[in-house]
């Protein structure tokens, strides 16, 4: 029985594959496991250490555009902001549905600030021109349930990063147009800054939460406060600069009046950081972008001035007629 039984295991193993004649495989034939994978390398970097080092290099750079560089590449330079939070205000409105044609209304802010820099006096009828222009493209290029929600989209797009961002160029051809702009956005910078420690630190009562859960009451008043230290500070540095015969900066006006214009900058940037946070929540999104590391998209970084700088440029103009 034992060669029968013995021919019938090879007839198995030849079924299986396997040479009767070779060992079977032992537990040390067996296959070694898989080495561990380590974990994926994180970025040292946390978001704070990411916003300090792009701020460290944005700033700058910023002053010195405003300070040294010619008209038109202030302008130039602006129209690329604004062009840039436009193709992200777009981005975030296709998350709703609508299709508004991203190329075209960057164009048209292009054509607005090329028309403003050439024909000041006519940015009126430009910006109407424009609109009109984007409401035929809609028209003929958008499907039909989509022709009003499109048309509506892009013109307001055009409005919202493009024409309120004109007034940048605008305050800097003023008299002192360089401190204007260096006190816009100062005012906004350190508002912004204060009221995120204050508000991380101290903020209890939310203030409006279904726009904003992390803005407190707290936060705002420190933003304030924040505001009226960068402006004393400032109005401090032309004083000494005016000592040394330097007119780099200068605040011809009364101290009082700088104090109240910063009061009032502080809370239009503050309504226009809500107003673009209502716009992102109304779509479900955290960040217009991601081109600035720990600063989310440009619309996250500017929106701010899209209302202060309006709202500076108007109480300039209606401080000058009264």
Not at 12 to 35: V, Y
Not at 153 to 179: D, H, K, Q, V
Not at 228 to 239: N, P, R, T, V
Not at 242 to 256: C, H, I, R, T, Y
Request: proline share 7%; net charge neutral; with cysteine.
């Amino acid at each position: 029985m034992a060669p029968v039984r013995r021919r019938q295991e090879g007839l198995k193993l030849k079924a299986l594959g396997q040479n009767p004649l070779e060992p079977g495989p032992s537990a040390s034939d067996s296959p070694s496991p898989a080495p561990a994978r380590s974990p994926p390398r994180q970025c040292i970097l946390t978001l704070g250490m990411k916003r300090i080092l792009t701020a460290l290099v944005l700033i700058p750079l910023a002053l010195v555009v405003v300070f040294l560089a010619p008209r038109w590449l202030f302008t130039l330079s602006t129209a690329l902001l604004a062009a840039l939070a436009a193709w992200e205000y777009l981005g975030m409105a296709q998350r709703g549905g609508p299709n508004p044609p991203r190329i075209a209304v960057v164009v048209a802010i292009a054509a607005l600030f090329a028309g403003n820099f050439e024909y000041p006096d006519q940015t009126g009828a430009i910006f109407g021109i424009l609109s009109l222009g984007l409401l035929v493209y809609c028209t003929f290029s958008s499907t039909l349930e989509l022709v009003m929600v499109d048309a509506a989209m892009s013109i307001f797009c055009l409005f919202y990063t493009g024409l309120t961002l004109l007034a940048l160029p605008a305050l800097r051809e003023e008299a002192n147009g360089p401190t204007l702009v260096v006190f816009l956005l100062c005012v906004v910078w350190a508002g912004d800054i204060v009221a995120l420690y204050v508000g991380s630190a101290l903020g209890r009562h939310k203030m409006a939460p279904g726009l904003s859960p992390n803005k407190t009451w707290e936060g705002a008043v420190g933003s304030v406060l924040g505001s009226l230290l960068a402006a004393g500070g400032l109005l401090s540095l032309a004083y000494w600069l005016a000592q040394m015969n330097s007119a780099k900066l200068s605040f011809p006006d009364e101290v009082w009046y700088w104090l109240v214009l910063a009061v009032v900058v502080n809370v239009a940037a503050q309504v226009g950081d809500l107003a673009e946070s209502a716009l992102k929540r109304s779509v479900g999104v955290k960040d217009s972008g991601t081109i600035l590391p720990g600063h989310g998209g440009v619309l996250d970084r500017i929106d701010a001035l899209l209302l202060a700088a309006p709202v500076l440029w108007y109480a300039q103009v209606i401080h000058q007629r009264f």
